[in-house]
């Protein structure tokens, strides 16, 4: 079995592919390529330890084909997680047996710096321990557009708050698609599900995003707020933001609120 061991840099991949990836204390930024991690199940197939306050640039394509994928801090302040950080293509996989522990950092798909196109797939596998997950969501002035997260084939992803187009700069067209029986979104903790939020002020026009369950999938919200096509004191109203639930058994729950399809 091999591994890959890299300290202390930005570092690029032309398809490394190994049974475990140990990356300690990096600045950091994947800056493109394509990496490959796979371990068998429940074993650790990644191991990214990050400097304090840093954060952490996919700018190239990930695929975790397996096993257990665990990003942490090496102490203090958290920095984020982002996928396409002021770059268009980025991607992030998630095949059946693959598991991203997120460190308690925030997740965002093209974001602070800009990046457009950039996309999330959980095909099967889980996504756990983010706190806040930005799908084309920035906290900084560049527009961001056409993100995506899909869900499917029993994938799951546990979150605090996620928030499909957001925060303080305009942008639109990000997606989030949850779809298949035993697909799972599902927000802890009493966070925000939040589609069209333009709500950092200024501004900020946030339009034509979506959010679509369908074909059995469930949105799990059991005490949070779920706002669609919110505008910033100031702006225009959003607008074209959509939440659509469609095919049997597709569910959005809230506590004692409840829209499904039958």
Do not use: H
């Not at 996989?93 to 974001?111: C, Q, V």
């Not at 333009?198 to 995003?209: H, L, R, S, T």
């Amino acid at each position: 079995k091999t591994a890959y061991e890299i300290t202390y840099g930005d570092w690029s991949s032309n398809v490394c592919s190994s049974d475990l990836l140990v990356v300690t204390e990096i600045p950091g930024t994947f800056n493109g390529g394509t990496l490959v991690t796979s371990n068998a199940a429940n074993a650790v197939a990644a191991n990214i330890v990050l400097r304090t306050n840093s954060n952490f640039n996919i700018n190239g394509i990930w695929n975790m084909d397996g096993g257990t994928n665990l990003i942490a801090t090496a102490g203090g302040v958290l920095g984020n997680v982002q996928i396409g950080a002021g770059v268009s293509g980025a991607a992030v996989n998630l095949a059946s047996n693959a598991f991203l522990n997120a460190g308690g950092f925030n997740l965002y798909i093209g974001t602070l710096s800009g990046g457009n196109s950039n996309s999330m797939t959980v095909n099967g596998g889980t996504v756990s321990n983010v706190v806040t997950f930005f799908v084309g969501g920035s906290t900084a002035a560049a527009a961001v557009y056409g993100n995506t997260l899909v869900i499917s084939n029993g994938g799951k992803v546990f979150a605090t708050t996620v928030e499909n187009g957001a925060n303080s700069a305009s942008g639109g067209t990000n997606t989030i698609i949850v779809t298949g029986t035993n697909s799972l979104l599902s927000l802890l903790g009493g966070g925000k599900l939040a589609l069209g939020n333009a709500g950092g002020g200024g501004d900020a026009i946030q339009n034509n995003n979506a959010l679509i369950v369908s074909n059995g999938a469930v949105v799990n919200l059991p005490t949070g707020s779920l706002i669609v096509g919110s505008g910033a004191a100031g702006a225009g109203p959003n607008a074209g933001n959509v939440l659509i639930v469609t095919g049997p058994g597709s569910t959005i729950d809230r506590k004692s609120t409840r829209l499904n399809s039958s």
